[in-house]
């Protein structure tokens, strides 16, 4: 089993951050990523704050975090972390699904989720009018009336982001006034797309969702269920058939 000094679970920003403190100091460090590295930031096309040098996308910031991390000795596993646990000598065992590492010292840096409104509708439309993402979905509601919920930092930034391609952003807030910091609230309020709606909760997204056809493939398991990447492939020619 390899052995670490530090196992950091996570290549989002504090993860990264941990894992370049770790090595900087002569540690043997592994650094854990489940899914991309990143993390949340990966989709930011501008950074406000900046958290540290003279990058302004996340994705940049993160690419050079993570690109000097494994210059310096960092070793990537490009797994979940599935479990952690002690051994009897007192090493932290961490486990993926296809093997086991120890290490004298675990950081956590799991992250953050992007919470959900939970409202009914929500997920019905997701991916199809209801986003979480500003600047990765942004150019999809071009010359479009579209609406942020929050009063918060994020939301504001998301609705300024957003009015780069929306022809309207309505900030439907629960509040009264806005929680953001004052400069984004400034500049939202010298932006001519954006309208604030105070004291409103969102009850309900509704509309009409196109019709997509969902392939759905028989597993060993006997569930039937749809997958992405074989709609991919043969999605075209079987809406043809259709
Ligand atoms: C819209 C928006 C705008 C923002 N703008 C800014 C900004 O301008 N400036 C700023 O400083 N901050 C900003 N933030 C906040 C910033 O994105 C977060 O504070 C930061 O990304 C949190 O980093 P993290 O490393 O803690 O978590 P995350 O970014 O969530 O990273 C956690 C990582 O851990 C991985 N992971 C989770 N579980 C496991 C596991 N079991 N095994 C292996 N890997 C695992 C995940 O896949 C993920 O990559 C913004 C956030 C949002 C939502």
Request: charged share 20%; with cysteine.
């Amino acid at each position: 089993m390899e052995k670490f000094d530090v196992i950091v679970i996570g290549q989002g920003y504090a993860g990264l951050t941990a894992a370049r403190l770790a090595i900087q100091r002569g540690l043997r460090t592994a650094n854990f990523e489940a899914a991309l590295f990143g993390g949340l930031i990966i989709n930011l096309n501008e950074l406000d704050p900046v958290p540290q040098g003279a990058e302004h996308s996340g994705a940049e910031l993160a690419s050079n975090l993570a690109m000097n991390n494994m210059d310096q000795g960092v070793v990537t596993v490009s797994e979940a972390a599935t479990t952690v646990e002690r051994d009897a000598d007192g090493l932290w065992l961490v486990k993926t699904d296809s093997g086991a590492y120890a290490a004298r010292h675990v950081v956590v840096a799991s992250g953050a989720r992007l919470r959900k409104l939970g409202v009914p509708g929500e997920l019905d439309f997701f991916g199809q009018g209801v986003s979480e993402c500003a600047d990765c979905d942004g150019p999809m509601f071009n010359g479009m009336e579209t609406v942020v919920v929050g009063g918060g930092d994020s939301a504001f930034q998301e609705a300024i982001a957003l009015s780069q391609f929306a022809s309207k952003v309505t900030m439907v807030m629960r509040g009264s006034v806005p929680r953001a910091r004052p400069d984004l609230v400034d500049l939202a309020a010298t932006n001519p797309k954006l309208v604030r709606l105070a004291n409103t909760r969102i009850v309900q997204p509704t509309g009409r969702v196109k019709k997509r056809w969902r392939p759905r493939v028989y597993s060993p398991s006997s569930a039937w269920y749809p997958t992405p990447s074989f709609c991919r492939r043969t999605c075209n020619a079987m809406l043809r058939e259709r």
